[in-house]
């Protein structure tokens, strides 16, 4: 039987939105926090965990094609994860009594070595599902007035449907139609020699050229 002398938490996920007037890209994920049982909330030192719940969501042919870096040809999907990792925040949240909503910030990254980044480019549309675990400490006073600590328990969670499109808006907020890729310097040098040997005027050039001349060598199924 859990102590009925420390504050019972519930999480609701309510909304996901990009953060305005951010100075770096991130999303601000809305939680409607509730004390079932026991007093009142003094303070809530809050950390979040974020998984991208991969079995959840459906994947067509296509989408399989283009998280082939990730999860290998489509024959291969049988053994893939069925969660990634994508994130954790934490947040401060004030006294509260008996509900509170706190936004928590979810900093995002266009960079195309870290994997959920990845993921999200290759989906074309739809949801993605998103398992939140919830830590930390939760503060709060005894009858006799003594301040106290307690642990959130372990099995503390909830989920979310984060929409494909608010990940792209983010996106396009600060980067617009633009990607950027971090090159060693090595591969850049040999890039830029290739462009000046045939004279291209711009790096998109340069791709285009290099991908026209190995597409044709490209496995049937990567087509």
């Known amino acids: 039987m859990p102590d009925t002398g420390v504050p019972e938490l519930a999480f609701t996920a309510q909304a996901i939105a990009p953060l305005a007037h951010a100075a770096t890209p991130a999303l601000g994920l809305t939680l409607d926090i ?46 893939a994860p069925r969660a990634l990792t994508w994130l954790n925040a934490s947040v401060g949240v004030p006294a509260f009594e008996p509900a509170t909503t706190v936004v ?4 995002c990254t266009y960079d195309f070595d870290v994997t959920a980044t990845k993921y999200f480019h290759a989906l074309p549309a739809g949801e993605i599902p998103l ?4 830590t930390g400490s939760v503060f709060y006073t005894t009858d006799d007035g003594r301040l106290r600590t307690a642990r ?11 929409p494909v499109r608010t990940w792209r808006e983010l996106m396009d907020r600060y ?10 310097r090595e591969t850049f040098d040999r890039l830029w020699a290739y462009r000046t ?9 340069v791709l285009d050229a290099l991908l026209h001349e190995h597409e044709a060598e490209a496995t049937p199924w990567m087509r």
């Open 34 to 79: 509730r004390r079932t049982a026991g007093p009142a909330v003094q303070a809530l030192a809050l950390h979040v965990e974020v998984r991208i719940a991969l079995a959840r969501r459906a994947h067509d042919d296509n989408t399989r094609r283009r998280l082939a870096e990730l999860f290998g040809a489509p024959a291969q999907w049988h053994a």
């Open 104 to 107: 928590v910030p979810l900093p």
């Open 131 to 134: 398992d939140l675990l919830f």
């Open 152 to 162: 959130l328990p372990w099995d503390r969670e909830a989920s979310f449907d984060m």
């Open 175 to 184: 980067f617009a139609d633009r990607v950027w890729m971090r090159l060693p």
């Open 197 to 205: 040997r045939h004279a291209l005027p711009t790096w998109e050039h």
